[in-house]
């Protein structure tokens, strides 16, 4: 490692000082840290770090308003997910979801059906890790549960009606003879 000299206002010291020492490390520890998190969030995409701003932005105002943390209470989570579900609303580009032409071969997530994909995204970011294989089949076994659940839902649709029945019997001729 090589040292640098770097000048901090002293506001910006203070902060650095308080969270090293609540943190438990060196000064030099947390602003290393600090500079790495930073390096690795602009990986990201200047996209996708504008809509994290705008995610801890909610978080933030989430908790001035329901005076609790999203994450600690629910009727918070609650305020907090409809914001950000409204929020990604207002940033959908135009056009129908449809599934797409073509897929990398590299994706993280070994199937096509957007749903699936969802799923299988969301289980990285929660556990932390890739899906084994087993974990990989079990998704592509849920997307052809989903896709033969699909396909029976259309046939119900493409099949016409049955014409209807008249519960009411005929009447009978006057003299009581048919």
Same mark, same amino acid.
């Given at each position: 490692m090589r040292q640098v000299n770097v000048s901090l206002p002293d506001n910006l010291r203070a902060e650095l000082d308080a969270a090293s020492a609540a943190a438990g490390h060196t000064l030099g520890t947390e602003i290393r840290n600090r500079l790495q998190g930073s390096i690795s969030f602009e990986r990201l995409g200047v996209e996708n770090e504008g809509f994290m701003q705008l995610i801890g932005l909610l978080g933030f105002l989430t908790r001035k308003q329901t005076g609790h943390m999203w994450h600690k209470h629910a009727a918070a989570h609650f305020v907090f997910r409809r914001a950000i579900e409204m929020?990604?609303?207002r940033m959908k580009p135009a056009g129908d979801v449809v599934p797409f032409d073509e897929l990398p071969t590299d994706r993280p997530v070994a199937v096509t059906d957007l749903e699936a $994909?969802?799923?299988?995204?969301?289980?990285i970011i929660s556990h932390g890790r890739m899906l084994q294989e087993g974990e990989q089949l079990l998704l592509r076994e849920w997307e052809e549960e989903r896709r033969q659940q699909l396909d029976q839902f259309k046939k119900i649709f493409e099949t016409p009606p049955p014409a209807p029945r008249s519960? $009411?019997?005929?009447?009978?001729p006057e003299g009581g003879h048919e």
């Open positions: 929020l990604l609303g $994909m969802a799923a299988g995204l969301e289980a519960h $009411m019997r005929k009447p009978k």
